[in-house]
């Protein structure tokens, strides 16, 4: 049996490490732009709040789109299903291993500066390659991340008008970076089966369904919706991801942190 270790071990061991880990999650609040427009808006509401003495404590429930926040995308969001329930296509039944690893993450905000209402600049093969040039060969085991800058646009109330109804809905503003399907393909073909980005999708403002058939289809897996990339390396940290288990679901909400050592 492994020994019980005391209280005063693990506060210590909390002391020193807890702060190495950076919060890479968008938080859920009903004045932030965190579902796609035209999707079910994220609820929370009070549903008992101390009645009596008898009952005293609080509580709320909340409804939200799977893909609403920080989430990833499983198979089913653009792969037609099966009544199978055990298919893999399925959020619950995604490998929680590949969603960990050594997190590389690739600065393209530069891409920005190509502005064009309701269009994302693409992320091509070629900012790949210059980033290995500078950082270091991809590995199969890592976890890729473009960096927008788009969580920069996530703000309360009309101040977040950027970060989706500006580009999808209404296309008077421009859109994020988004990996054009050389670019998936070519990190398919490293063996890089996950991948994150700070805006609100994988795909394209424009043309965002042949990237998610592409990856998805191939049993990549998509974390989107992350924030706060600026505070990690571009090489050095771990990525971890833990999603929902919501049987048959197109998609997960869940906390993505990275660890610094």
């Not at 965190?34 to 709320?60: C, L, M, N, R």
């Not at 920080?70 to 995604?94: N, Q, V």
Request: some cysteine; glycine content about 8%; hydrophobic content about 35%.
């Amino acid at each position: 049996m492994h020994p019980v270790l005391p209280f005063a071990f693990w506060h210590e061991y909390s002391r020193r490490n807890m702060k190495n880990i950076i919060d890479l999650s968008l938080l859920l609040d009903e004045s932030l732009p965190g579902t796609w427009p035209g999707q079910h808006p994220y609820s929370h509401v009070i549903w008992k709040d101390f009645p009596s003495a008898e009952e005293a404590y609080s509580t709320y429930h909340f409804t939200m789109d799977e893909h609403c926040g920080t989430h990833c995308d499983a198979p089913a969001h653009f792969i037609r299903g099966t009544d199978d329930p055990d298919s893999d296509l399925f959020g619950d039944s995604l490998d929680l291993m590949r969603m960990q690893g050594p997190l590389k993450v690739i600065d393209v905000r530069f891409l920005n500066e190509q502005k064009k209402a309701g269009i994302s600049p693409w992320i091509e093969v070629v900012h790949v390659n210059e980033w290995e040039t500078r950082n270091g060969a991809l590995q199969a085991s890592d976890i890729v991340v473009f960096q927008t800058g788009w969580d920069c646009y996530y703000k309360k109330n009309n101040a977040g008008y950027r970060y989706g109804d500006g580009p999808i809905r209404d296309r008077k503003t421009p859109g994020w970076p988004s990996p054009s399907v050389d670019t998936l393909s070519y990190l398919y073909e490293k063996g890089i089966v996950c991948l994150g980005i700070d805006s609100p999708s994988m795909g394209a403002t424009h043309d965002g369904i042949p990237p998610h058939q592409f990856g998805l289809g191939r049993r990549m897996i998509y974390v989107e919706g992350l924030a706060n990339l600026d505070a990690v390396p571009a090489t050095g940290a771990t990525f971890l991801f833990l999603p929902l288990k919501i049987a048959r679901s197109t998609g997960c909400p869940g906390r993505a942190i990275a660890y610094i050592p």
